[in-house]
């Protein structure tokens, strides 16, 4: 599979970058919505750079790009934010080891203990998935406990809640907001050309972060709140895809197609 079918600019050179979440956000909206963003980015891919910034994982990511004919990213921050990675021209996502020192070292091969601290915790379902550098629950918020919240501090972790039915456990002080600034620095893009957009409270870090940045019109309402303040981010009215291009559009980072607002 060749998912670059021409060469391209260095994406430090393009004129915009989309930093975006998947589910709710680059995937949410109309089909009519979608189709114009994803078709608007195939045909710009010169001057628009694409990084996939969300909480599923690498082969996750890349199953939808082959099933269901997403514009392949070039670089992912998967995992919420403990996987930072290249997609190669063969379909491939390939982690950047320099950037995921240190959250190797943060995580320190606690899975295992993660696991035996939640078990059988009320309101948690592991979820079957091997992650890395994470450990992820499938939430019930009627019947949590939210003691699992001071039992992860304890073993010195982040706890993370979102869409109030996802708990991930991920190391101290990783998320998307640092990882994606991370990545950023490292390909040397002008941040203020890169617009990040999320939907949940694991988009938090990222849409907080200084960067320019969206909450979709579909967003949490707990996300939306927690963003008060910020003048860094736009808040659209349009949900997912719709919203997206609201934003790069109010935000002046890139000509849009005429028509679809």
């Not at 982690?95 to 948690?124: F, K, Q, S, T």
């Not at 002080?173 to 939907?199: M, Q, T, Y």
């Not at 949490?220 to 808040?235: D, F, I, K, N, P």
Request: proline residues 4%; hydrophobic residues 40%; charged residues 25%.
């Amino acid at each position: 599979m060749n998912v670059h079918v021409s060469a391209r600019p260095d994406i430090a050179t393009r004129r915009f970058t989309l930093a975006t979440d998947l589910d709710g956000t680059f995937l949410g909206g109309s089909d009519a919505d979608r189709k114009a963003l994803y078709d608007w980015i195939e045909g710009n891919r010169d001057t628009i750079g694409l990084i996939f910034v969300t909480g599923r994982d690498p082969e996750f990511i890349m199953e939808m790009c082959r099933d269901r004919g997403l514009p392949w990213p070039e670089y992912v921050v998967g995992d919420v934010g403990t996987t930072i990675a290249e997609v190669t021209a063969d379909g491939h996502v390939t982690p950047i080891a320099a950037l995921e020192e240190e959250i190797a070292e943060a995580w320190g091969n606690r899975g295992d203990v993660v696991r035996v601290a939640l078990d059988g915790h009320a309101g948690l379902t592991l979820q079957p998935t091997a992650f890395r550098y994470r450990v992820s629950y499938d939430m019930d918020a009627q019947t949590f406990d939210p003691a699992a919240k001071s039992r992860v501090e304890e073993l010195g972790l982040d706890w993370l809640i979102s869409d109030n039915r996802y708990f991930d456990v991920l190391p101290k002080g990783i998320s998307k907001g640092p990882s994606i600034r991370r990545l950023i620095a490292h390909l040397g893009l002008d941040e203020a050309r890169v617009l990040c957009a999320g939907d949940t409270l694991n988009d938090l870090s990222m849409l907080a972060s200084g960067l320019p940045a969206v909450a979709v019109g579909n967003s949490e309402t707990e996300l939306v709140q927690r963003l008060s303040g910020h003048s860094a981010v736009y808040h659209a009215q349009g949900h997912g895809a719709a919203g997206i291009l609201e934003a790069i559009d109010s935000l002046d980072l890139h000509d849009i197609p005429e028509g679809v607002l």
